[in-house]
């Protein structure tokens, strides 16, 4: 656990310019077996000390990989003279950052860090299973990973805190073939967010989601390819989550709506069906821990919910400190840095779709002709709304019944157009938070939403 040797620096804070102290530390645990042979076995941390500092529009940034208070007094003294440099040459003139109440962060909790040992015979456990139940499979891998981000922050104005972020998963991959013999695989995450103890306690708990997924995978053998065009398609809620994170998200972090987004001219105007309202939560979505809470950015800001779309209105963007002064709002807290090496970024956390009124199985009854598509692999688009997205798992609705599964293929469009096609919304949420958003850096996001009924252009073979 980070020991805190920043705050008795807070004295040396530059007078009238606004200063923020971070030390981190990020750690990683890994271990692979393919066949049941181990292919990688990690574990790395890195730690340092950064200081921003703030000057009439302009930052200055420094930091050093050691956490100790020299290393403190060290990037303190470099970013002041780094912001001075740049509010000589820049000319801003902007002013003082607004002040931000005060709202305490929760205590952190210390980490109980697990002998690599016990990831191996965890996984170990896991692959025997596998390997016993289902020999027929042409390849399997399984992998464990734990995560996470521990940060003490402080600020001139008082703010900051102690946090800390751990995140731990299991990455099932398996392979079989069709019977022409196209490779086909299937990936499935389980877990969340805790350390590996916390989140993962007996290895046989997990066999009846491994059950599941072997099942998927030998619908998918089966399955076949859709008819490519544009058409009526139920998106289950991992790709309803991936449509809010990168398709929609993205084009309203208010860096990227100054840098010429779609989000930009479309504020207070209807960009989707008024069914749809999105939300990029902090840190409790719907009266429960959401999947990767977060109290407090790395600015020092206290963390609140940051309502995007209601009602199909587009009512706001994601806020660091300076663009929420540019936009004249109240920022909730999206400034976030992977590293201590990192100056925050305004960056997403939960972003999800809200829950509807309408039954999964209603929905499914109301397609005649059209796709359930239940899982992604991938996901990328651009400010322009733009985005594909490849879908891994999914099946025909024929006359309301879900019929064979799909093999690989894709989905397109435009976001805001696509939206608007929403006319059913499921009353169920899914989460998924076991990746990385990319922009710059890596960052740790969770994403979700309920089932939708629209209609997109669907790849065929």
């Not at 708990?205 to 619908?219: G, S």
């Not at 139920?234 to 084009?251: C, D, F, N, Q, R």
């Not at 359930?372 to 891994?392: I, K, P, R, S, W």
Request: hydrophobic content about 40%; overall charge negative; proline content about 5%.
């Amino acid at each position: 656990m980070l020991d805190d040797n920043i705050s008795a620096k807070s004295s040396l804070f530059p007078d009238k310019a606004h200063t923020e102290l971070r030390v981190q530390e990020n750690r990683t645990r890994k271990v692979s077996l393919v066949q049941g042979n181990l292919m990688g076995n990690q574990r790395t941390q890195s730690a340092g000390t950064s200081a921003r500092v703030y000057i009439n529009g302009v930052y200055g940034f420094s930091s050093m990989a050691e956490c100790t208070g020299d290393a403190a007094e060290t990037v303190l003294k470099a970013a002041h003279q780094n912001a001075l440099f740049m509010d000589l040459h820049a000319g801003r003139g902007k002013g003082a950052l607004p002040a931000i109440a005060k709202t305490p962060a929760p205590a952190c909790r210390p980490i109980q860090d697990a002998p690599q040992k016990r990831y191996i015979d965890f996984i170990r456990e896991l692959d025997a299973y596998i390997a016993a139940a289902y020999p027929k499979l042409a390849s399997r891998t399984v992998t464990a990973v734990e995560d996470s981000m521990e940060k003490i922050i402080r600020t001139s104005d008082g703010l900051g805190g102690h946090i800390c972020a751990p995140r731990s998963y299991i990455y099932l991959f398996m392979n079989t073939e069709t019977k022409d013999g196209v490779p086909v695989e299937l990936f499935g995450p389980l877990g969340g967010a805790g350390t590996f103890d916390e989140v993962f306690t007996t290895p046989s708990l997990l066999f009846p989601k491994i059950d599941e997924y072997y099942e998927k995978l030998m619908q998918k053998r089966e399955g076949v390819y859709p008819q490519a065009g544009y058409k009526t398609v139920v998106l289950g809620g991992i790709l309803s989550g991936m449509l809010a994170h990168e398709a929609v998200g993205h084009t309203v972090e208010a860096d990227l709506v100054l840098g010429g987004s779609v989000a930009g001219p479309a504020l207070h105007k209807q960009v989707a069906s008024e069914l749809i309202t999105m939300v990029d939560f902090a840190h409790t979505a719907l009266g429960k821990p959401a999947p990767l809470p977060v109290y407090l950015d790395d600015e020092g800001t206290p963390a609140a919910d940051a309502v995007l779309i209601r009602n199909g209105i587009l009512t706001g963007y994601m806020n660091s400190r300076e663009s929420a002064q540019h936009f004249g709002t109240t920022p909730c807290g999206n400034a976030r840095a992977f590293s201590f090496s990192d100056e925050p970024l305004i960056r997403m956390r939960n972003t999800a779709v809200l829950p509807g009124k309408d039954k999964l199985e209603d929905i499914i009854a109301s397609v005649d002709d059209g796709y359930y598509l239940t899982d992604t692999n991938n996901g990328q688009a651009d400010t322009t709304g733009e985005f594909m997205f490849g879908v891994c798992m999914g099946y025909e609705i024929k006359k309301g019944r879900l019929g064979r599964a799909l093999l690989d293929t894709t989905i397109s469009g435009m976001a805001f157009d696509m939206l608007k096609t929403v006319d059913m919304v499921s009353d169920t949420m899914t989460w998924s938070s076991s990746g990385f958003c990319g922009k710059k850096q890596p960052m740790p996001v969770g994403m979700g939403g309920p089932a939708l009924r629209c209609k997109v252009m669907i790849g065929g073979r």
